[in-house]
């Protein structure tokens, strides 16, 4: 991929949240945001390991849509079953929408731009160079 069109691809940011604790966000090259994640973590490391489950796991996410009491449509996307996580961990989403949309179709539209996020992002992180840099 050519140099000048890596920049136009999505960004994962960290979000501080309170105390010490830390986040994700996805934003689109055009710097709209297109996911967050939905739980807190104590750690970079955690983040890291985290993000790297999420990367794995993408293709094997499910989705719900829902409305909000806005009746704004909403995505949240959750990690596969899995004996390992533990408890109500296992059904808890890791990544939402990161606004409402007016109608559904815009909804899934929003999910697609994070699927496809994800892909590249995966990607990106793959190409060399990247040694050292955040996320990992």
Request: net charge positive.
């Given at each position: 991929?050519?140099?000048?069109?890596?920049?136009?691809?999505?960004?994962l940011l960290a979000v501080q949240g309170t105390g010490r604790l830390v986040g994700w966000s996805l934003a689109a090259g055009n710097g709209r945001q297109l996911a967050v994640s939905t739980r807190l973590y104590?750690?970079?490391?955690?983040?890291?390991q985290a993000l790297r489950e999420l990367l794995i796991e993408r293709a094997s996410l499910r989705y719900a849509f829902t409305q909000d009491r806005s009746r704004a449509w909403c995505w949240s996307a959750y990690l596969p079953p899995r004996t390992t996580r533990p408890g109500p961990a296992a059904e808890e989403p890791v990544a939402r929408s990161a606004r409402g949309?007016?109608?559904?179709?815009?909804?899934?539209?929003?999910?697609?731009?994070?699927?496809?996020?994800l892909h590249?992002?995966?990607?990106e992180l793959r190409t060399?160079?990247?040694?050292?840099?955040w996320p990992w």
């Amino acid at each position: 991929m050519p140099e000048g069109a890596r920049g136009r691809g999505p960004r994962l940011l960290a979000v501080q949240g309170t105390g010490r604790l830390v986040g994700w966000s996805l934003a689109a090259g055009n710097g709209r945001q297109l996911a967050v994640s939905t739980r807190l973590y104590r750690s970079e490391a955690e983040l890291v390991q985290a993000l790297r489950e999420l990367l794995i796991e993408r293709a094997s996410l499910r989705y719900a849509f829902t409305q909000d009491r806005s009746r704004a449509w909403c995505w949240s996307a959750y990690l596969p079953p899995r004996t390992t996580r533990p408890g109500p961990a296992a059904e808890e989403p890791v990544a939402r929408s990161a606004r409402g949309y007016l109608r559904r179709d815009q909804c899934r539209q929003g999910m697609e731009s994070f699927r496809v996020g994800l892909h590249w992002l995966e990607r990106e992180l793959r190409t060399p160079g990247r040694e050292g840099r955040w996320p990992w």
